[in-house]
């Protein structure tokens, strides 16, 4: 291959000739259309009777009891448009997408790291699967977009988790062996988003590639050493390059060859390239043309040991100073008692609060918070839970919150 390969020149190492013809004319073709039920809202059930109301076509996406595929009538031209979608119904989601959180298999009570979280979809998702009753930290490092992560947050209802802003070196320094699960769905090229058509080849660019791919070593090595001995690590990319998927994992098994192995996924059909290593038939590589969807890259990795601390540091100043949560106060059973009490006269039946949270005040917002939160003593949080309500300026009133409506 050439110091600095094109497209073709990159590509036609991986795949044959009709292979990568078929590649090429998935570039202009759109995918099917796929979405995903918000379940800490509502239940599918509820969905099938909105399709049927609009005439909306679905079928189910076979990896995910909450996804389906769907395709719109005439007179419809966008589900983003509907209220609906406002109302947190629904996430529009590329079904490959769906395939990390899926394979994550989480469980109730577990603690959770969605280590580049952002815009969030993920993080919905996991929460989605066991109906809120999980704890967790959805990071990310770029100041804008966990401003985005936290509107979603919001607008899907979900109150068990904490958004934070470090840079993954933290995890590894002061959350050793900490997480039950963690999922990396690691920035990257982005060459499997078919939206992009054939710029994606016009823009190839084999040096962001290697820088991509020396990010994710680090991402992954860090996160790495924040999981349980016998805990899960799944690790995703959109790009289509060895480099920033097999190679990175590979990357991750040498540096730590006694700790980390390799699982088998549920979905065996489409095996990753085994250039370096046979056991990268054990991850998931899809390709555009494979199933009208993104492409798509998925590892599952299990810690099988304790790992030594190797703190690989920041070197891409990209990360943002996180903000203090040093004003978040949590109430005690008499105040919380007067918050409940003014919520239930309000909105006309008991207001309950889960076992899994309490209420904290934060300036003259009252909020559902995960209790988990007094457990890890981090310094700063962004984000915590679910804003409930607000005092008014004279402090006699409290009025209850968007977020609060959508989940009774």
Same mark, same amino acid.
């Given at each position: ?24 004319q ?7 259309k796929?979405l ?16 049927k ?21 005439e007179?419809?031209k ?36 969605d ?20 704890n ?12 985005l ?7 899907y209802g ?6 934070t ?19 990396i ?6 060459e ?11 823009n ?23 999981l ?8 995703s ?6 480099d ?9 098994l ?9 699982k ?11 250039k ?38 920041? +070197?891409?100043?990209?990360?943002q100073?996180?903000?203090?949560? &040093? !004003?978040?106060? $949590? #109430?005690?059973?008499?105040?919380? *008692? /007067?918050?409940?009490k003014?919520?239930?006269k ?7 609060i889960p ?6 005040q ?19 949080? +962004? ?5 409930i309500?607000?005092?008014? &300026? !004279?402090?006699? $009133? #409290?009025?209850?919150s968007?977020e *609060? /409506?959508?989940?009774?």
């Open positions: 291959m050439p110091k600095h390969p094109s497209f073709s020149d990159y590509y036609n190492q991986y795949l044959d000739p009709e292979s990568y013809e078929k590649l090429l998935t570039l202009e073709v759109p995918t099917n796929s995903r039920v918000n379940t800490s809202l509502y239940t599918n059930k509820e969905f099938l009777q909105f399709a109301k609009n005439n909306i076509q679905i079928s189910p996406v076979s990896w995910s009891k909450i996804g389906f595929y769907y395709k719109l009538p007179n419809l966008s589900l983003g448009a509907l209220p609906e979608n406002e109302q947190g119904l629904y996430y529009l989601q590329d079904s490959a997408s769906m395939i990390p959180s899926e394979i994550l298999e989480p469980k109730k009570d577990e603690l959770i790291l280590m580049c979280s952002a815009p969030g979809g993920k993080t919905i998702h996991i929460s989605n699967l066991v109906r809120n009753n999980v967790i930290i959805a990071n990310e490092v770029e100041k804008k977009r966990s401003t992560l936290c509107l979603q947050l919001k607008k979900l109150s068990n988790v904490i958004v802003t470090y840079d993954s070196s933290f995890f590894a320094k002061n959350m050793t062996n900490k997480f039950d699960k963690i999922l769905d690691a920035p990257c090229s982005g499997g988003m078919r939206e992009r058509g054939l710029s994606i080849i016009k190839f660019n084999y040096s962001l590639i290697k820088f991509n791919a020396k990010r994710q070593q680090r991402i992954l090595t860090n996160a790495f050493q924040a349980k001995k016998g805990g899960t690590l799944v690790y990319t959109c790009a289509l390059s060895y920033e998927n097999e190679g990175v994992v590979d990357y991750l040498k540096k730590f060859p006694q700790n980390a192995k390799l088998i996924t549920k979905i065996t059909e489409f095996p990753g390239i085994s370096e290593n046979s056991n990268f038939n054990k991850c998931i590589r899809i390709w555009p043309f494979y199933l009208n969807t993104n492409g798509f890259f998925v590892a599952k990795i299990v810690k099988t040991e304790d790992s030594p601390i190797k703190i690989e540091k920041e +070197k891409f100043n990209s990360h100073k996180p903000s203090k949560s &040093e !004003n978040w106060k $949590n #109430l005690d059973a008499k105040n919380s *008692l /007067i918050i409940q003014k919520i239930t309000i909105i006309g039946k008991e207001f309950k076992e899994n949270l309490k209420i904290a934060f300036k003259n917002e009252y909020w559902l918070q995960p209790k988990f939160l007094d457990k890890l003593n981090l310094p700063y949080v +962004k984000y915590a839970g679910l804003l309500g607000r005092m008014n &300026e !004279n402090r006699l $009133n #409290l009025e209850i968007e *609060l /409506i959508k989940r009774i």
